[in-house]
C-alpha cells in the first residue's frame, strides 16, 4: 500500500452538474477525512469517518453535498448542482482512530473547476 | 483548538537552517503542537508533533517555549524540495474526531 489515493485529480464541469470523488485510505487506517482547500487558504475540515460511520460534519457541507464510507474503506464525495463556489481542492485523509496524535495521511486530493 | 499566529512567507538559503516560528499564545496544558507542510500541488504531508519537549525526528526539529506559547520548527539543511507551504496548528486530545484546523501557513521559498 502507498499511500492515500484519489480520484479523479482534475475535474471540471460546468455549473449544475453532479460531481463525485473517490478516496481510498491506507488499508488498516479506520478513520477517513475530507477537507476542502481554496487557493491561497489552508485546508477546511468538511466530514470524518470511523469505519463506515460518519461521525462529525462541518457547518461548511451544505446539503449538496455527501459523502460515503459503505464497507469501511474507500469513500465518496458527492457534489449536486455544482455551483463556481464549489471550486476547490477536494483533500482525503486517513489515521489509525484511537490515539489523539495519530497523523493523518493526505492523498493529492482532487481539484474541481466549476465553470 | 488554539489559535496560532506564523508569518506568511520566509525565505531561506539552500543549506542553511530554515526556523519557522508560530505563536500559540492561548495553548491550554494538554494541546499538542503539530507541522505539517504542504509542496505545490500535494496534499499536507506531517512533520513533527511535541507537547512540552523538544522533539526531533529525520525531517526536523520543533523547539516549544518553557511557557508553551510558542514554538519554532527547524529544518537543519534546507534544500529546494522543503520550498513549501508549513502549518503550525494546536490540536486538543480531546478532540474526539482529531481534525485539523489549518491556519494560512508559512509560505518558505528555499533559494540556491
Known amino acids: 500500500d502507498t499511500g492515500v489515493s484519489q480520484d479523479p485529480r482534475h475535474k471540471i464541469t460546468k455549473r449544475g452538474q453532479n460531481v463525485t470523488f473517490r478516496c481510498d485510505p491506507i488499508?488498516?487506517?479506520?478513520?477517513l477525512y475530507w477537507y476542502r482547500q481554496t487557493l491561497g487558504q489552508g485546508p477546511e475540515f468538511l466530514t470524518y469517518?470511523?469505519?463506515?460511520?460518519?461521525?462529525?460534519k462541518s457547518r461548511l457541507l451544505s446539503d449538496r453535498f455527501s459523502a460515503e464510507r459503505p464497507k469501511g474503506s474507500f469513500s465518496t464525495l458527492e457534489v449536486q448542482r455544482t455551483e463556481q463556489g464549489d471550486s476547490a481542492m477536494y483533500l482525503c485523509?486517513?489515521?489509525?482512530?484511537?490515539?489523539?496524535?495519530?497523523?493523518?495521511?493526505f492523498g493529492p486530493g482532487t481539484r474541481l473547476t466549476v465553470l | 483548538d488554539a489559535k496560532t499566529t506564523q508569518p506568511t512567507s520566509m525565505d531561506c538559503a539552500e543549506g542553511r537552517a530554515a526556523n519557522l516560528p508560530c505563536n500559540h499564545s492561548t495553548i491550554s496544558g494538554n494541546e499538542y503542537v503539530y507541522w505539517y507542510r504542504q509542496i505545490h500541488s500535494q496534499g499536507p504531508q506531517y512533520i513533527i508533533h511535541g507537547l512540552k519537549n523538544n522533539e526531533t525526528n529525520e525531517m526536523a526539529s520543533l523547539i516549544i517555549t518553557e511557557d508553551r506559547k510558542s514554538s519554532t520548527l527547524i529544518l537543519p539543511h534546507a534544500t529546494l524540495r522543503d520550498t513549501a507551504v508549513y502549518y503550525c496548528?494546536?490540536?486538543?486530545?480531546?478532540?474526539?474526531?482529531?481534525?485539523?484546523?489549518f491556519g494560512g501557513g508559512t509560505r518558505l521559498m528555499v533559494k540556491p
Open positions: 469517518f470511523q469505519n463506515e460511520a460518519q461521525l462529525e
Open positions: 485523509a486517513s489515521s489509525l482512530g484511537g490515539v489523539s496524535y495519530n497523523e493523518q495521511f
Open positions: 488499508s488498516e487506517h479506520n478513520r
Open positions: 496548528i494546536v490540536r486538543s486530545p480531546y478532540n474526539a474526531g482529531n481534525m485539523l484546523t
